[in-house]
């Protein structure tokens, strides 16, 4: 069973930075795809940034491309979120992500969620 835990999550004013952190245990690590995708109130999930395995590769969301950075420690087992240039519209609760394959821009390829860290981001 695999565990993912968020941390850094909290209260930025408009134009602020935060970093978000996921922390992996279990069947996870270095052979696995991992993401961020959040949830507003009302809203769907939503996807925001994905790194392949390596960290070679980074995608991310047309609305935080520029702002958000997602990167990985060597080992794999810890998943980070840079965001730069926070909005109001960035406020939600911010969910890691551990896929199974590719499609990384929907949930259907996601075996595993986090719990949730909440950021909010004050205009």
């Known amino acids: 069973q695999v565990q993912l835990v968020e941390s850094g999550g909290g209260l930025v004013q408009a134009g602020g930075s935060l970093r978000l952190s996921c922390a992996a245990s279990?069947?996870?690590?270095?052979?696995?795809?991992m993401g961020w995708f959040r949830q507003a109130p009302g809203k769907e999930r939503e996807f925001v940034a994905a790194i392949s395995p390596s960290g070679a590769s980074t995608f991310y969301a047309d609305s935080v491309r520029g702002r958000f950075t997602i990167s990985r420690d060597n080992a794999g087992s810890t998943v980070y979120l840079q965001m730069d240039s926070l909005k109001p519209e960035d406020t939600a609760v911010y969910y890691c992500?551990?896929?199974?394959?590719?499609?990384?821009?929907?949930?259907?390829?996601?075996?595993?969620w986090g719990q949730g860290t909440q950021v909010t981001v004050s205009s």
């Open positions: 279990g069947r996870t690590g270095s052979h696995y795809a």
């Open positions: 992500a551990q896929y199974s394959g590719p499609y990384y821009y929907t949930t259907m390829r996601v075996d595993y």
